[in-house]
T-cell receptor, first 112, second 113 residues
């Protein structure tokens, strides 16, 4: 069964600090991996997308990495802001391209 | 360009009633996807539709659940004879082409009493 596992489940950091979120997946065959941000009560919003040939992708203060050999990805957030408080979800797509496999997310809380 | 719109945002139904969830995709998007998020769980794929056609409904329960995306109007996810286990957040997403980034709506939170 295709699975996407994320760690940690939750994280609390001080404003201005950096953090790294992890994602391991077993989805095969693999098409692409996305990181989404989901604010409470809202729908997920795409942050980055990577295919198997890409090993890093940046979007402002967000940098995602991908190791397709070990089936691991990470999302690094630099200089965190209060508005970064949200759930960060790792999403892996198989060959269909549309049936996305979602992790449960890492709940990040940035405190003053 | 308005994003994906879903209504209602919150819906309360008693067991045995019907629930109708609506989704208007982004302008120019003809591909619509429905996902369900149970409490403390990740989103799970339910169904993929393209105008007037159901392409893949492998993630949708075979009984009581149905989906449509008519030529005119929003996509509808219909749940008949709701049970407490149907309580969840239902998200709709759309994309201009299959495989491209899916844009999500705010979700409909269904509570079955």
């Amino acid at each position: 069964k295709n699975q996407v596992e994320q760690s940690p489940q939750s994280l609390i950091i001080l404003e201005g600090k950096n953090c790294t979120l992890q994602c391991n997946y077993t989805v095969s065959p693999f098409s692409n991996l996305r990181w989404y941000k989901q604010d409470t009560g809202r729908g997920p919003v795409s942050l980055t997308i990577m295919t198997f040939s890409e090993n890093t992708k940046s979007n402002g203060r967000y940098t995602a990495t991908l190791d397709a050999d070990t089936k691991q990805s990470s999302l690094h957030i630099t200089a965190s802001q209060l508005s970064d408080s949200a759930s960060y979800i790792c999403v892996v797509s198989g060959n269909s391209g549309y049936a996305l496999n979602f992790g449960k997310g890492t709940s990040l809380l940035v405190t003053p | 360009n308005a994003g994906v719109m879903q209504n209602p945002r919150h819906l309360v139904r008693r067991r045995g009633q019907e629930a109708r969830l609506r989704c208007s995709p982004m302008k120019g998007h003809s591909h619509v996807y429905w996902y369900r998020q149970l409490p403390e769980e990740g989103l799970k794929f339910m169904v993929y539709l393209q105008k007037e056609n159901i392409i893949d409904e492998s993630g949708m329960p075979k009984e009581r659940f149905s989906a449509e995306f008519p030529k005119e109007g929003p996509s509808i996810l219909r749940i008949q004879q709701v049970v407490r286990g149907d309580s969840a957040a239902y998200f709709c997403a759309s994309s201009p082409k299959v495989g491209e980034t899916q844009y999500f709506g705010p979700g409909t939170r269904l509570l079955v009493l």
